[in-house]
């Protein structure tokens, strides 16, 4: 089955087309702003404009503006193909990501996350999410435990903050997503903002 991945959560943008875990074309793009742009473009540039039979999207944590254009293109293109849609976790990708280059063991991931904080999960050698999402400040990002292995864009921050670790900066892409278990895969497309909004209902309720 061909499988189209989308993922736009973080600062980088990528796309991919798979037949089953083999890697048929794939982009990755370090993009900082303008993820709407440039993502459709990206799509239709792969074999066959991307058509799949399934389509794939990353559902967070990372900017509220890249997680909502990237399943915003997903659902548009999962209901013109009549194709099965389905997400994963942005920071279980990176876990896997960092086990496939550093070997399977347990792994700290930190990314960026709003208002200065940082994104961070512990996972284990066999990909298992070990304790729930955080947004922390850096400060106690580093005061928690954590692997000896940190993986992720705030992964050299976070060594230096501790004073001890291996760091392994990496940024998600979907041309990786065959690394992830099926388990990881839901049909349940919520987002995982990982924070509360910044916008407020009037007299500074949270929505």
Do not use: K, N
């Amino acid at each position: 089955m061909l499988t189209l991945t989308i993922d736009s959560a973080t600062e980088a943008c990528s796309v991919a087309l798979h037949d089953g875990a083999v890697l048929v074309a794939g982009d990755w793009r370090m993009l900082g702003r303008g993820h709407a742009e440039q993502l459709v473009p990206m799509i239709a540039a792969l074999p066959g404009q991307g058509r799949a039979a399934r389509i794939s999207v990353a559902l967070g944590p990372g900017s509220f503006t890249g997680l909502r254009v990237g399943l915003a293109a997903a659902r548009a293109l999962a209901l013109a193909w009549r194709a099965e849609l389905v997400g994963y976790p942005t920071l279980a990708l990176l876990a896997a990501m960092a086990r496939a280059e550093r070997g399977d063991q347990t792994v700290t991931v930190a990314t960026t996350g709003g208002h200065g904080e940082w994104f961070v999960q512990d996972f284990g050698a066999d990909g298992a999410e070990l304790g729930p999402l955080q947004s922390l400040p850096p400060a106690a990002a580093a005061a928690r435990p954590g692997a000896d292995l940190v993986a992720g864009s705030q992964a050299e921050a976070l060594v230096a903050a501790r004073g001890t670790g291996t760091a392994l900066p990496l940024w998600p892409d979907a041309r990786q997503v065959a690394l992830l278990p099926a388990a990881a895969f839901s049909p349940d497309v919520a987002l995982r903002y990982g924070r509360a909004p910044d916008a407020r209902l009037p007299g500074g309720i949270a929505p």
